[in-house]
């Protein structure tokens, strides 16, 4: 069981602050240390959603590095077992203005938890339906075969590498309801369920029992 520290509510601003300022990020890492254990966790997650900027992720690796020191100078000085550490990431390494720092996830991470989903979704593809997580798509770098095989070519070894599963789907307003493929034109979400077209595990079973799964 792990303590998982950010979300995407998280102010990316307050993270930002304490990643780049080495008192702030010893303070971080100690408190979380202390809450961890205070709770029964066996390790820390590190949730930053989303990372825009390349000094955002070189301090990042910083922080790794400390917080793995810390973890193993308190396993050598008790009886605990040593922290696991890990950490979210977006579905590829490398972006237009930076790439999460891979040495610093290699060395002091016991792996990270890869977002393989949030490829298409209705919000910011409004006008055609499209697979939210696909494993395979020959037609773009959207999906999660490519997006792993960047990871592995950045130097990430394979035991690194959790895949995130989405227990959630999106729904879109059909153009045209006979028309429900994949591809299908669409005129933004369809809000029976969130206004977002997000519709969670329970949603899609309700609506399969109620419709069938061609409905």
């Known amino acids: 069981m792990l303590l998982s ?11 930002s602050s304490m990643i780049s300022n080495p ?34 992720m070189y301090y990042m690796g910083m922080l790794f590095q400390e917080w793995r020191a810390a973890a193993k100078f308190e396993a050598t000085n008790s009886t605990n077992p040593e922290l696991i550490i890990t950490a979210f990431v977006e579905y590829k390494p490398g972006y237009s203005f930076a790439y999460y720092p ?37 037609s773009t770098q959207l999906n999660t075969d490519s997006a792993i095989k960047q990871w592995l070519d950045s130097g990430i070894a394979p035991n690194k590498l959790v895949l995130l599963l989405p227990f959630y789907g999106f729904a879109w307003k059909l153009r ?14 369809a809000t029976n369920y969130s206004t977002r077209g997000l519709m969670s595990y329970k949603d899609i079973k309700d609506y399969i029992r109620g419709h069938g799964d061609g409905g």
Do not use: M
């Open 5 to 15: 520290v950010g979300g995407s509510r998280t102010s990316i601003t307050a993270l």
């Open 176 to 189: 045209n309801p006979r028309d429900n493929a994949i591809g299908a034109a669409a005129a933004g979400p």
């Open 23 to 56: 008192s702030s990020r010893n303070s971080f890492i100690q408190s979380s240390k202390r809450v961890a254990r205070l709770y029964g966790f066996q390790g820390l997650d590190l949730a930053w959603i989303p990372i825009r900027s390349s000094s955002d």
């Open 102 to 138: 891979v040495e610093s996830i290699q060395d002091n991470l016991n792996w990270v938890h890869v977002s393989a989903c949030n490829y298409h979704a209705p919000l910011w593809a409004p006008d055609y339906t499209a697979a939210p997580a696909p494993l395979y798509d020959p």
